[in-house]
């Protein structure tokens, strides 16, 4: 495909042990260079949809593509930010850095992502240590350090204060602008929907709405 | 960057996160040092245990001082009658079946032997520590340096009991039953090292980074092989502080295979720790199962009491019980009887058929993601 980072058709996800879908028969189509947001309430499926199309799980029915490929064969090319995500508490900040571009087997100037991302002040503190915002950040600098075309994130302003979030949308924008593709949970839906350009809708599971040039 | 260098970088942070963290330092190292140190101390009082019999056909100085040592000490019993030949011998034993006895036989030219071993402040200053095991060493030289056919010192016991650490864990053993069972240190040690590697899994499991890292190239592969590493480690720790504690501080001598039994009792426990952690899931339950599973097998082989007071059926299932094999290990090690070689060839059966239903669950469960 040209210019399309993601589809999905008919995708559904059923957990074993259980009788509901988390979500069934979603059907999208994501551009390059663009910010989705994902809407819905607590226990709509946003989660277990992103690990889906982050590669984390194998979908139940339907299928979903990224670039093109299954999600699952194109190591290095998502960044995936998990909702309840720790990094090394014994580790500092640029230690855990380090770590994820080891693990990604890629080189890269730790200062300048440090700087990038706004986790300079505190890059020799250990994670333990660090507030929630800051800890925050540190995992987006872990997770973006690795240059990842796609980047999914699951409710990452959870937790966050106005001004962290403020920062957070902003670094969305500057991703978007670099030619990232960004896939956003939130349940924040009036600073979600300003900022994204496409917004999908999920109700227990379900696409309820759909929309392009969300703001 | 290749496989073997990122596990190598894995590894690395592992280390680094596992020694900025006091609580396993204390967990591994200090732990089996106290609670192995605390049994042996303890329960080596328990003279009743391993009863010691000393006849002194010296009358000397110092034999009478090494006499006072062993009656006062070691509530030893002075025999009058003559334990000349092993027939005398063999009547007194009988006379308390069951028992571990330990026969001490002072010769009558003991003066003139200890001197060869030892000088004067140093056999007062053994005594004085109560150095059973110094005192047992010397006789067993100076007996077989009689090389005359006579027995002048023998040991009788079920087992070697030749000096004070294989007495204190004996008596360790014996606490429950007094017959001998390589039981309760091994259960102990068992039970540390398999609920340490249970926690150490269940944390590398509670971790969403192998998620997040899921797409790069820190692969299951990688994953796997690290883990195992890594769980070897507090294990091997946990094991090898045991045994500096048993031989440094308790005295116990072992035989070169200890090696052989640290390196099966290590991957044993890593491979039950996976296996135990991987079938349940939650942290706490995944505590309370292994603590019932371990218990249990431990039963089961004849690890807490004796096999020849279980009943046969019991003996008999004990062979399918894996840690039957790693607990044998340990017996023969510390001088304990037991079919050495049958029990590495059954113990790595069992390790290796545990990795691999290890192996087996993990990609089912991979499928059924």
Redesign the interface.
Known sequence: MDDTAVIISNLGKRYRRSEKFAFRDINLRIPERTVLSLLGGNGSGKSSLLEVISGIRNPTSGSVTVFGRDPRSIRGRIGYLPQNFSLYNELTVRENIRYFLTMYGKEADIDRIIEEYGVGEFSEKKYASLSGGMKRRTEIACILSVDPELVVMDEPTAGLDIDSCKELWELIAKLKASGKTVIIASHDMHDAVSHSDMALYLREGVQTEFREDAP | ?NAAS?LF??LI?RL???V??PANIVWVIVVPLVIVNIVGFILPNDDGIVAVYVQDKDGGLYSQILVSVLVNEYSATVIDGSLDTQTEIDEIDAKYPGQAKVFIIIPDDFFQYYKKYTTGEEFQAQLTSNNLSFIMDMMKTIDEDYNDGNVHITIRTNTDSSNLGQRALKALNNNLIKQVSPGLTVTLILLIVSSTLVVVIRDERQ???N????????NKGIQAVSLIIWALLPSAIILVMTFIAMRFILDVSFDSRVIVALFLASTFTVAYGLLVSEIIRNGQAVFAANTSIMLAMLLLCGGIFPKDLLAQRIVDASVYVPVSYIIDIFGCTMGYAGNYDHSVLMASVFIIGMFAVWYVIVKLHE???
């Open positions: 960057m990122i970088h894995d942070v680094k996160r596992y900025r963290n971790q969403r980074m998620d997040v890292l899921r797409n790069s190239r820190y499928r059924s993601m």
